[in-house]
Every structure is written in structure tokens, then in C-alpha cells.
């Protein structure tokens, strides 16, 4: 006798994308920023984070979005994208408010380590890619779970293209794959905390 077995889904893991309005605006205007950032001997300035991180490539000051305005203006319009999600899927956060924003620019072989970003929410802007594609990768490490011969139930491959801007819970697991060109890949990054609304009753359906 063969018994009927129900299958139902518990949980559901998203990453959203959009196309960045003005794009080639905005690639000249972080490419000017990586220009100076690259000849600090010459311009005597640099925001350079030399800490030893997941992300092995170069990258800006964490609070690059105060120092520069391109970047706050480009987290202006990632974060009211977000908020449009967030009207439209009905989420509990009404409001997002940026903690970090920094550039990262990946030369030959520089690439990623799996690292998570432990805020509500990250994105990542894809400034210039065209030659030096990226893979992005998103990890679950469950260890221990059934899966189908020849899946790869614990990794998912994502693969933006230049002006796109990718967005997802910041807790959830990534990496980069190496940037194999000599073409340099950069990417601004943020992560961005929830601002609940106060004195929100969740059972009489108003905030």
C-alpha cells in the first residue's frame, strides 16, 4: 500500500533586483571617486579600509555615504526603491535608515569570502561589470538535510549585470567569485536598519 505524502513549503528566501535610474551617471561619478581613492600619493586623500575582511579587494571608508555625495545620493534612491517594496509587500519595517555605504573595487583575482552583513537588509549596486562579469553567490548552510541527486540545495548562483542593484536580508550568507579579468569590477554596498513604527498596534490592522 502507498501512503499519499504531502509536501509544503516552510520557508521561501528572496532577493530582489531593479536597474539603477542614470546609471552612466552614476559609474562616472564612482569611477572619479576610485580614481582619487587609487592615487592618494599624488592627492594626499584617501578613505581606504585596509581592515582584513571577507571582501578581499579594496574598498572605501564603511561610512563612505557621509563623505561623499554621490554615494548618499545613490543610497537616496536605493533606499526609496526599497521603501516602494516595502509599500508594496507590506513588510512590518516602514522606514530604512543606511548605517554603512562603501565602494569596493576587485582587481585581477580579488574576490569575496562567504560572510553575511548582520543588518535587516543589504544591497549591492553593480557600478561596472561589463568586463569583468561576477558571480554571486547566496549560502545556506544546512548541514544536514534531504536533497535530490546531483542538487546543490545549499547554493544559488545569481549573476547581476552592470547597473543593476541586487537587495536581500542582511543575515543571509554570500560570496563573490574572483574578478579573472584585468578589467577592474566595482560595486557599492549598504546595509541598511529598520525604523518600526511606534505605538503600532499589530491586531487592530492600523499603523
Known amino acids: ?18 536597474m539603477m535610474p542614470d546609471h552612466e551617471h552614476w559609474k562616472k561619478e564612482i569611477e572619479n571617486i576610485i580614481t582619487v581613492e587609487k ?14 575582511r571577507p571582501v578581499r579587494a579594496h574598498k572605501t571608508a564603511w561610512d563612505s555615504f557621509a563623505r561623499y555625495p554621490a554615494v548618499f545620493n545613490i543610497l537616496k534612491i536605493i533606499s526609496s526603491t526599497i521603501q516602494q517594496s516595502i509599500r508594496q509587500d507590506g513588510w512590518e519595517a516602514p ?30 549596486y ?6 569583468s562579469p561576477s558571480k554571486f553567490f547566496f549560502h545556506r548552510n544546512d548541514r544536514f538535510r534531504l536533497r535530490k541527486e546531483n542538487e546543490e540545495a545549499n547554493l ?24 579573472t579579468s584585468d578589467k577592474t569590477r566595482i560595486t557599492l554596498a549598504a546595509n541598511f536598519v529598520g525604523e518600526y513604527v511606534k505605538n503600532w498596534n499589530p491586531y487592530d490592522g492600523r499603523k
Open 1 to 18: 500500500m502507498e501512503i499519499k505524502v504531502d509536501k509544503h513549503v516552510i520557508f521561501t528566501d528572496y532577493v530582489w533586483s531593479f
Open 126 to 131: 553593480y557600478v561596472s561589470s561589463e568586463h
Open 95 to 124: 522606514t530604512l535608515n543606511p548605517v554603512d555605504g562603501w565602494i569596493n573595487w576587485f582587481e585581477k583575482n580579488q574576490f569575496a569570502h562567504e560572510h553575511d552583513h548582520n543588518c535587516l537588509l543589504s544591497a549591492v
Open 156 to 179: 544559488k548562483l545569481v549573476e547581476p549585470k552592470e547597473g543593476s542593484v541586487i537587495f536581500f536580508t542582511g543575515c543571509q550568507s554570500h560570496s563573490v567569485s574572483a574578478n
Open 39 to 52: 592615487n592618494k600619493s599624488i592627492h594626499n586623500f584617501s578613505t581606504e579600509n585596509l581592515q582584513d
